[in-house]
């Protein structure tokens, strides 16, 4: 295991060789930043070529019919700049919050273990955890381009499992598919290559670590909406 020389290469390692990103990032924490901000620059750029290549006026008559019964307060939404700012505003919060929540896991779950890494260190390694998101932008974007625009904005993200099922907004499940990462494989094989790589935990517990925050949350929320 060598760590990455440069920031770049780091960027390069998420993908070709992740122990060696996390122990580049263990030695210099501050690298993490680098991925985090990509993570909130992505969303402005896809978004962007959304708006400019979709035809609105179709977009729009769509959505109405969809909102009419499912969400009628989200109807004087359906103008241009707000409807992009709303995609976006929801992608950055979303992102980060899922960073926060996923580094205060990894910081509570490996507390008891020697030696101990500070929160921001885990903010680290889990905005390069959630890195793999940036390929799902540029597939989105791809994907944006082979349609002509003619995708719905709900669907148009290839992150989500919605980009792949493409539920209406009058489903009851599709903001549970419109958050629900297509990239989950990905993120836990990142996350149990942070934990093992920064600890000398069991594989087993590694394994946990790295699957249960995802598994909790996405179980949870399916019950919720099963028994509603």
């Given amino acids: 295991m060598t760590p990455s020389g440069n920031p770049l290469i780091m960027l390069v390692d998420i993908f070709r060789s992740p122990s060696d990103c996390f122990a580049a990032l263990y030695q210099r924490s501050l690298w993490g930043w680098q991925t985090y901000l990509v993570l909130m620059i992505t969303p402005f750029l896809f978004w962007g070529a959304y708006f400019d290549n979709v035809n609105f006026e179709w977009l729009r008559q769509a959505l109405q019919a969809q909102l009419t019964s499912a969400s009628p307060t989200q109807l004087e939404l359906l ?29 509570l779950a490996t507390k008891p273990v020697a030696p101990q890494m500070g929160y921001w260190k885990w903010f680290a390694a889990s905005s390069v955890v959630l890195f793999p998101a940036v390929i799902g932008d540029l597939a989105s974007y791809v994907s944006l381009l082979l349609k002509h625009g003619q995708v719905m904005n709900y669907a148009a993200d290839l992150n989500s499992l919605n980009g792949l099922i493409k539920l209406p907004l009058t489903s009851d499940w599709a903001q549970f598919a419109g958050a629900f990462p297509l990239l989950l494989p990905w993120y836990i ?4 290559t942070a934990v093992g790589t920064w600890t000398q935990l069991e594989r087993g517990q590694v394994l946990v670590i790295a699957t249960l925050p995802w598994l909790a949350f996405y179980l949870i929320w399916a019950l919720f909406i099963g028994l509603s």
Avoid: C, H, K, N
Wanted: aromatic share 10%; net charge negative.
């Fill in 79 to 107: 103008q241009p700049d707000p409807l992009m700012a709303s995609e976006i505003i929801s992608d950055l919060v979303g992102r980060t919050l899922t960073i926060l929540t996923l580094a205060l896991w990894f910081r």
């Fill in 189 to 192: 094989v990142l996350g149990y």
